[in-house]
């Protein structure tokens, strides 16, 4: 589940398939200016979490594409050239 905060924060709780919770915290920089203490949303256990959900869920877990939702950092992937 995502709650927000005046639709700039998202704050998730979920749950991966053997039960254990674990948090996470959307758009940390607007976090941050909102005075929400980042410390209480650690990335690791999130990053772990997530990627436990979606293997579970029979998805393709992307470290990289959750570290960037949970960070705001872009992705370091670079694109393949597109055909002309």
Partial sequence: MV????????FIEA???????????????MAKSYEIPLEHFP???AVA?????????????DEEAIRQTLTGRPCSRKSSPQPS
């Fill in 49 to 61: 979490g997530a990627l436990t959900w979606s293997a579970a869920a029979g998805l393709t877990p």
């Fill in 15 to 29: 749950l991966t398939p053997d039960g254990n919770s674990w948090e996470g915290l959307l758009n940390r920089g």
């Fill in 43 to 45: 990335i690791e256990p």
């Fill in 3 to 10: 709650s927000f905060l005046d639709s700039d924060v998202g």
